[in-house]
């Protein structure tokens, strides 16, 4: 039986700058999403043991809004959108996050980010990170959950994400990551979020990536 979730996720993810921090390795392009409906996606792969893997993302919708900094300085927007993954045999893990850039363009990411933030919710219930111009941030684990099912279906409302002090435009795009394999287990804190995982046959892993969208 599928396992379903809607992620109400934090209000806010705060994002502040502190001192520059240069980018290696990464390309990028001019091209913004902008505002609005974003481009549906879809990924397949399939492991070494004939196991595979399939990534949906659906209706994701983003829109600029007024940083609740209100200084002219912020950069914020409001992400909804709804994930799929199946996988044909075993179970796994599937990790829900944002990559956050400033003064860079997003559209050819496809490696690791210079820094990365686990979203856990802090007193405020808000997120905050060092995001520096020409950097590229993490936003972790904003959803991680292991599944013994075929099937996991999650859906984000609203979720805020808002830079301050970048100092000139930023944007960010989605991710899903998924790990499969027969008889997988974690100790409480594996798959994406670190830890020891555990499983048999070959480990199937994998990321579909969101269009970029700015910040304000």
């Known amino acids: 039986m599928p396992i379903n979730y809607v992620v109400p996720l934090r209000r806010?993810?705060?994002?502040?700058?502190?001192?520059?921090?240069a980018i290696a390795g990464?390309?990028?392009v001019g091209a913004d999403a902008g505002a609005g409906v974003l481009p549906d996606g879809f990924k397949r792969v399939v492991g070494g043991d004939g196991r595979v893997v399939q990534m949906w993302r659906i209706g994701e919708r983003a829109q600029p809004i007024t940083s609740v900094a209100n200084n002219g300085a912020g950069r914020a927007a409001t992400i909804s959108g709804k994930y799929r993954v199946t996988v044909s045999r075993g179970g796994g893990n599937v990790q829900l996050g944002y990559l956050v850039g400033c003064q860079v363009q997003l559209g050819d990411l496809t490696a690791g980010a210079t820094a990365v933030l686990s979203a856990v919710p802090s007193v405020s219930g808000s997120i905050s990170l060092?995001?520096?111009p020409g950097q590229v941030v993490d936003v972790a684990n904003v959803f991680n959950?292991?599944?013994?099912?075929h099937t996991l279906s999650l859906e984000t409302q609203h979720q805020q994400l808002d830079v301050q002090g970048c100092g000139g435009y930023?944007?960010?795009r989605s991710y899903v990551r998924v790990i499969a394999a027969d008889g997988y287990t974690s100790d409480g804190v594996g798959g994406s979020k670190g830890g020891t995982v555990s499983g048999s046959?070959?480990?199937?892993?994998?990321?579909?990536?969101?269009?970029?969208?700015?910040l304000g």
Do not use: R
């Open 12 to 21: 806010s993810a705060i994002l502040t700058t502190v001192a520059a921090a």
């Open 26 to 28: 990464v390309c990028f």
């Open 130 to 132: 060092p995001l520096a």
């Open 145 to 149: 959950q292991d599944f013994a099912t």
């Open 170 to 172: 930023a944007q960010a």
């Open 201 to 214: 046959g070959a480990m199937v892993q994998a990321t579909l990536f969101g269009a970029p969208f700015s």
